[in-house]
């Protein structure tokens, strides 16, 4: 971890700590949502950012997390932080087994599969898929979150354990970027052809972003289940996965800070302008394409590595 | 037997409109092997100007003379012709060169605003076409009683696909089209004007998807503003079953994909009706990816 980052994230850890004393519940849910948003885009960052894997059903992956949750709590009476590993397992098994057969295609292709996938896990909802799903409805009745004997109820409290989530999120993913599996994908994203020659499996790597970021997407859904308490497939139709497709590809594939900043913007500009709501999609559709023209890398790029003068200096010396 | 050869009837009718709307995603993927997001947009928007050019122009109560009705049909496909050409310089020619993924969610962009472009001017709700405009009339086929407007569909398809394939197979542009997709470069080095083809493709693909939004609102009897995406991944879905790049497959794909959705509606499950396609989609991408006519969408890394 680089010295800004870590920086970065002291003031993050700071300027968070202090943040329910300052906001009101209303604000303090929006944040809350924001966090949501943060680490769904963190997670869909990995496959689409990290590995360069058009995904646009990511919302599917959510889902499967948010329902295993749900059902687990409500049927078999878990306590809800004990089903976060499961959802993130479920999520994470559902990946391994759709992807696997499509993740060979070109690009755009691979977006529209992913998209298809999407649309069928909530056609399956809606359909209420052994009978476990509740159907168009959803299911309700998901119990608080109990830490340490503490239940959690209030957004103020929901505001820490979700950012808490977040930080160690932002942390794990910045190791797994400086790893040699996240070297590797890097290398995969920028010249497959090259990876496949130096003897990257680029499947097996690909595979794996993939599971690794629907497992992560598993678990936003538990903590989306254990604040809403109710959940219902149209909380992961089309639009969400559009939307986290974006929060990456605004602030910036591939980079942390930048897919942050791309969740606070989505999530929180919407709400300061609730007056414009029924414009505020033409102008997103508008900035979509304005952005595409003239920032294409997003808001905060990913840096790449580059060779200094004095690098290449010091190279030489040791030869 | 009755039962199936009805559902055939509404498969074909259904699918000569997927078909129409397919050709222009196929023609341009052919050219600029980027899937127009906005596409499906583009065909709703053909549904919306139908219904205002009969409502409020002097179509209104004359609809039904054939004379009126190729009028509302060529004034639809102007103007969402010019609607594919604006989009094109707008959103997409400045990405020519950008990586994919650029192009890809310009594209996406283009199609949301679109959409509220529509649902701004018109409102949330569905738009209703007045009743009565065409006449009622049922066909007698194999001992069936079918709405001949049904049969119009097809009809309209087949013919607009057939003087389409004629276009690009015969033609001098046609051929300068055929340029285009095989190789740019090598095109412009033999002196076709690849910017004057790319905004004939835009002209003619959401030509064509704008009357097969007017064929959805006679048909069904309405639309709304969000149709564009469902019909658009469905028509998606038939020029990548037929072939992507190739005009016959589009058509093949289209109507092959409308007898299958009908068929798997009415003897599996009508609330699967739009997983259907989905399922269509991604089993073909597995297994032939190139689809019953056309070219590799699968990369080899």
């Not at chain 1, 970065?8 to 300052?22: N, Q």
Request: proline share 3%; charged share 10%; aromatic share 10%.
């Amino acid at each position: 971890m680089n010295v800004r980052l870590a920086l970065a994230l002291l003031a993050g850890v700071a300027l968070l700590a202090v943040a329910p004393l300052a906001l009101d519940a209303y604000w303090l849910d929006v944040l809350n949502s924001v966090g949501l948003y943060a680490l769904l885009a963190l997670s869909l960052n990995v496959i689409l950012g990290d590995a360069g894997l058009f995904n646009m059903g990511h919302a599917a992956f959510y889902a499967v997390g948010a329902y295993t949750t749900a059902i687990l709590s409500t049927q078999l009476h878990l306590p809800v932080l004990w089903t976060l590993p499961l959802a993130g397992l479920a999520a994470a098994l559902f990946a391994a087994v759709v992807a696997r057969p499509v993740i060979h295609l070109r690009g755009d292709y691979l977006l529209i599969v992913t998209i298809g996938m999407g649309e069928i896990v909530r056609i399956a909802l809606v359909n209420d898929v052994f009978g476990l799903t509740g159907g168009a409805n959803g299911l309700f009745g998901i119990p608080r979150p109990i830490v340490f004997g503490y239940k959690i109820r209030k957004p103020a409290e929901f505001f820490y354990l979700i950012w808490a989530f977040v930080l160690l999120t932002v942390f794990l993913f910045d190791r797994l970027e400086q790893s040699r599996f996240g070297r590797a994908l890097t290398y995969l994203r920028e010249d497959p052809v090259a990876a496949e020659g130096s003897g990257i499996n680029t499947t097996r790597y690909k595979l794996a972003a993939f599971v690794l970021g629907a497992a992560w997407a598993g678990m936003a859904g538990t903590l989306y289940a254990a604040k809403m308490t109710i959940i219902s497939p149209e909380s992961f139709n089309f639009w969400e996965s559009v939307q986290l497709f974006l929060i990456v590809i605004l602030g910036g594939a591939g980079s942390i800070p930048g897919v942050i900043l791309g969740a606070v913007l989505v999530i929180v500009l919407p709400e300061a302008f609730r007056g414009f709501a029924t414009a505020r999609l033409l102008v997103f559709g508008l900035v979509m394409m304005v952005m595409m023209v003239f920032r294409t890398q997003g808001l905060l790029p990913l840096k790449r590595p580059r060779f200094r003068e004095k690098d290449l200096a010091r190279a030489e010396a040791a030869r | 037997m009755e039962q199936f050869l009805q559902q055939l009837i509404n498969g074909l009718a259904v699918g000569g409109i997927y078909a129409l709307i397919a050709l222009g995603y196929t023609m341009v993927y052919g050219v600029l092997k980027l899937i127009n997001f906005a596409h499906g947009d583009l065909f709703t928007y053909g549904g919306y100007l139908g219904l205002t050019l009969l409502t409020s122009l002097a179509l209104q109560g004359r609809v039904g003379t054939a004379a009126a009705v190729a009028l509302l049909v060529l004034m639809v496909m102007g103007l969402v012709g010019v609607m594919g050409v604006v989009l094109e310089r707008a959103a997409y020619r400045p990405l020519r060169e950008s990586p994919r993924l650029s192009a890809v969610v310009s594209a996406l962009g283009a199609s949301i605003f679109l959409q509220n472009a529509l649902m701004l001017l018109y409102g949330a709700r569905v738009q209703v076409y007045p009743e009565g405009l065409l006449p009622q009339v049922a066909v007698s086929l194999f001992g069936l009683q079918v709405p001949l407007l049904r049969i119009l569909v097809v009809l309209a398809s087949v013919v607009m696909m057939a003087a389409l394939y004629l276009f690009v197979q015969k033609t001098k542009i046609g051929t300068a089209v055929r340029a285009a997709a095989i190789d740019q470069g090598a095109a412009r080095l033999m002196g076709i004007d690849v910017n004057k083809v790319v905004s004939l493709v835009f002209l003619i693909g959401p030509a064509l998807g704008g009357v097969a939004g007017l064929l959805v609102g006679l048909y069904y009897g309405q639309v709304n503003f969000t149709m564009g995406w469902i019909y658009g991944m469905k028509a998606f879905t038939a020029a990548i079953l037929g072939g992507i790049g190739n005009i016959p497959g589009a058509m093949v794909g289209g109507l092959l994909l409308g007898v299958i959705e009908a068929l798997g509606a009415a003897y599996l499950s009508i609330a699967w009706k739009d997983a259907i396609a989905f399922c269509v989609l991604i089993l073909i991408l597995i297994v032939r990816p190139t689809g019953l006519l056309g070219e590799r969408v699968a990369e080899k890394v």
